[in-house]
């Protein structure tokens, strides 16, 4: 008799042992599958973003003309040109159109500073840039464009004026095919990330939900078993 009760306790005990390593090995997958779920959808998510942000910005460059940026110096003077007028209703109409965009904005390098030459803010704004006003908080990204000639979207970054992810588009002299200015849109951070955040948060919950799930579902199967076997035992 003792010999069985000794056989029936050593049983329960590695019962008990594989229950808790089941457990573990869910717990761990779970955790795993999780974390590579949320990166992948954080990944193509802010990818998909950067690429929506980076149309929108060629897509508005296409409506400036060459030839009016070039006749703006980067000077108070420039004011008063019609130029100047026409690209500044563009900016503002680009910020306007566009609920995520903040600011829109044309700049220069001279003398390795960055001058902007017009904004989308009305001029009694405090945010206004005037013509001539040196971006003494310009980063990196703003100088990208002159040495790469290629489009980009980068950040975040902060200034003054906030954090922000900006779309830097080179605007190029169609004769020497030189980038003479840099149309640049800001998009606060913040909101910017929101649908990355929001898609991941989605996943992870969806993520959660089938492993508790597959959590009951397990414990269901093992019960039923652990029934049957011990209707047999008996």
């Not at 960055?114 to 405090?126: H, M, N, R, T, V």
């Not at 950040?155 to 003479?180: H, L, N």
Request: proline share 3%.
């Amino acid at each position: 008799m003792d010999k069985l009760y000794s056989i029936c306790g050593s049983g329960q005990k590695d019962r008990k042992t594989k229950k808790a390593f089941a457990v573990v090995f869910l717990l761990i997958s779970f955790i795993i599958v999780l974390f590579l779920t949320a990166f992948g959808t954080w990944t193509s998510s802010i990818n998909e973003a950067k690429k929506h942000t980076l149309q929108i910005a060629l897509s508005a460059e296409a409506v400036f003309s060459k030839a009016y940026i070039l006749k703006l110096k980067g000077v108070e003077s420039d004011l008063q040109l019609p130029e100047y007028k026409e690209i500044k209703n563009h900016l503002v109409r680009l910020a306007n159109a566009n609920e995520n965009v903040r600011f829109a904005y044309i700049y220069i390098k001279r003398d390795n500073k960055i001058y902007f030459l017009a904004d989308s803010e009305p001029e009694g704004s405090k945010d206004y840039s005037p013509p001539g006003q040196e971006y003494t908080e310009a980063s990196q990204y703003a100088f990208l464009p002159f040495e790469t000639g290629q489009a980009t979207v980068e950040g975040p970054y902060t200034d003054r004026w906030g954090t922000w992810i900006s779309a830097f588009i080179p605007i190029k002299d169609d004769a020497t095919g030189q980038v003479t200015s840099v149309l640049g849109i800001d998009h606060p951070a913040d909101s910017w990330y929101y649908h990355a955040v929001e898609n991941t948060v989605k996943t992870g919950a969806l993520v959660c939900c089938l492993f508790i799930v597959s959590i009951a579902l397990y414990f269901t199967a093992r019960g039923k078993n652990q029934l049957k076997y011990e209707k047999q035992r008996l």
